[in-house]
């Protein structure tokens, strides 16, 4: 099984930020479509954005503008910035990994990691 390891959630007060991180060290890395997906408590889980092997990032709209996501390659790792959050973005996160076509549905995402609790709150 290949390993993804989130890193980085925790308490945040609204309009706060916080950087998630990623590591997958055992992929063949340029050939993964690298997703985040949250769950917030009692709801289904939902995508949040998705970053190519190319790097072009792509965001569900309730973050767009907020939230950005980024790979590094040399260190096998994605992030996914978090900037200007609010309660609503309390949730577990976590990041995937799916083949070069793997987009908005978490059913395309291979490999997933154990997910990250982040919680806004004053």
């Known amino acids: 099984q290949v390993p993804l390891v989130e890193s980085g959630g925790g308490l945040v007060q609204p309009g706060g930020s916080l950087k998630l991180s990623c590591v997958a060290s055992?992929?063949?890395?340029?050939?993964?479509?690298m997703g985040w997906f949250r769950q917030p408590p009692g709801k289904e889980r939902e995508i949040v954005g998705f970053?190519?092997?190319?790097?072009?990032?792509y965001y569900k709209e309730s973050v767009k503008g907020r939230f950005t996501i980024s790979r590094d390659a040399a260190r096998s790792t994605v992030y996914l910035q978090l900037d200007s959050v609010n309660v609503e973005d309390t949730a577990v996160y976590f990041c995937a990994a799916g083949g070069p076509g793997s987009s908005w549905w978490h059913d395309e995402y291979e490999y997933w990691g154990q997910g990250t609790q982040v919680t806004v709150s004053s």
């Open positions: 970053i190519s092997w190319g790097g072009t990032a």
């Open positions: 055992r992929l063949p890395w340029s050939d993964f479509t």
